[in-house]
């Protein structure tokens, strides 16, 4: 079957612009997470989805990152005014029912901000 | 704050060597570990899981291993293989109360031919 999608593969913007990062999870699963990972580094948590509802939010660096799951499906990563220090390669992973279970990941989305 | 190390940082190997990867993290009450390979530019591929209480998993060439009282775990890949070069990461869910995985920065694995 179909593993995680991430639209889209490549995003570049400007400092101070607002984009949006997409996640297309495993179809059924009910855990959500986004993670974003930085050259040499392992993947960083930013937030946690179960069903529609964000469990764990505290990885989120600032109030200028924001996500949302309003189905319980497609997640959407929003962040306002990027600077360059949001560079990064944002990742998803969904699993079955939750962190007890195997994360499935996307390819990633990278993100340049000039 | 839970930090999870993973020694070597890289590692170069014939191929058909068994080699082990470690892992390391300063708290001991973890929901569960899980390693992971990533190739270069894609996504990470889960390769095993192993609960709290559960002492070891195997998966084909691999077996890992966790000791929660110490704060380890390795990885042990047999005969190992071209195909196997990649990079291995580690990842620690912390206890009761937190959803958030913890990664280590990685073994980069070569197997030369």
């Known amino acids: 079957g179909a593993g995680v999608s991430q639209t889209p593969s490549n995003k570049v913007t400007e400092k101070g612009k607002y984009v949006e990062l997409r996640c297309d999870p495993i179809?059924?699963?009910?855990?959500l997470y986004w993670y974003r990972q930085s050259l040499g580094q392992g993947p960083e948590f930013l937030i946690y989805?179960?069903?529609?509802?964000?469990?764990?939010d505290s990885g989120l660096p600032n109030d200028r990152f924001f996500a949302v799951r309003p189905e319980g499906s497609v997640s959407t990563l929003k962040i306002q005014r990027t600077e360059r220090g949001d560079s990064a390669v944002y990742l998803c992973?969904?699993?079955?029912?939750?962190?007890?279970?195997?994360?499935?990941f996307g390819p990633g989305t990278r993100l340049t901000v000039l | 704050k839970q930090e999870v190390t993973q020694i070597p940082a890289a590692l170069s190997v014939p191929e058909g060597e068994n080699l082990v990867l470690n892992c390391s993290f300063t708290?001991?009450?973890?929901?569960?570990l899980q390693w992971f390979r990533q190739d270069p530019g894609k996504g990470l591929t889960s390769l095993l899981l192993?609960?709290?209480?559960?002492r070891e998993q195997t998966s084909g060439r691999l077996n890992a291993s966790l000791d929660k009282s110490s704060g380890r775990s390795t990885l042990y890949i047999a005969a190992s293989q071209p195909g196997d070069s990649a990079t291995y990461l580690c990842a620690v869910r912390g206890g009761s109360g937190t959803y958030k995985y913890i990664f280590g920065t990685g073994t980069r694995l070569k197997v030369l031919a």
């Open positions: 989805f179960q069903g529609t509802g964000a469990a764990d």
């Open positions: 192993i609960q709290s209480s559960q």
């Open positions: 179809s059924g699963h009910t855990a």
């Open positions: 992973a969904s699993s079955p029912q939750g962190p007890q279970d195997t994360q499935y």
């Open positions: 708290d001991s009450a973890i929901y569960n």
